[in-house]
């Protein structure tokens, strides 16, 4: 099984001090301030509920990467899910 879920990352430097687990971007974007990093994670869960890979896709210039750090290709539907929750975004401010 795969599992994928945002994270917050809190930081101090290059220390990761906190993270927060969301089901959605736009969850994640509501929280995030500055001194922090947003991710996506790919989880590949084995079916006696082992983790059996995971793997870590980090926002940059408001975009995602088009693969992850151990070179899976991240899914076009949370590419999407950004520019849906950018743009909804865009629109309030």
């Known amino acids: 099984m795969i599992r994928y879920e945002w994270i917050v990352e809190t930081m101090d ?8 687990h969301f089901d959605t971007f ?7 301030s500055l001194g922090m990093e947003i991710a ?3 989880d ?6 082992n983790l059996q890979d995971r793997q870590w ?3 940059g210039n408001g975009r995602l ?7 899976t290709r991240v899914p076009k ?17």
């Open 13 to 20: 430097g290059k220390d990761v001090q906190d993270v927060t």
């Open 26 to 32: 736009a969850e994640a974007l509501a929280s995030y």
């Open 40 to 42: 996506l994670v790919r």
């Open 44 to 49: 590949v869960i084995a079916s006696d509920e």
């Open 57 to 59: 896709a980090y926002m």
């Open 65 to 71: 990467p088009e693969v992850f750090d151990r070179g």
């Open 77 to 93: 539907r949370f590419k999407k899910e950004v520019s849906r929750a950018e743009f909804s975004v865009t629109c309030v401010a």
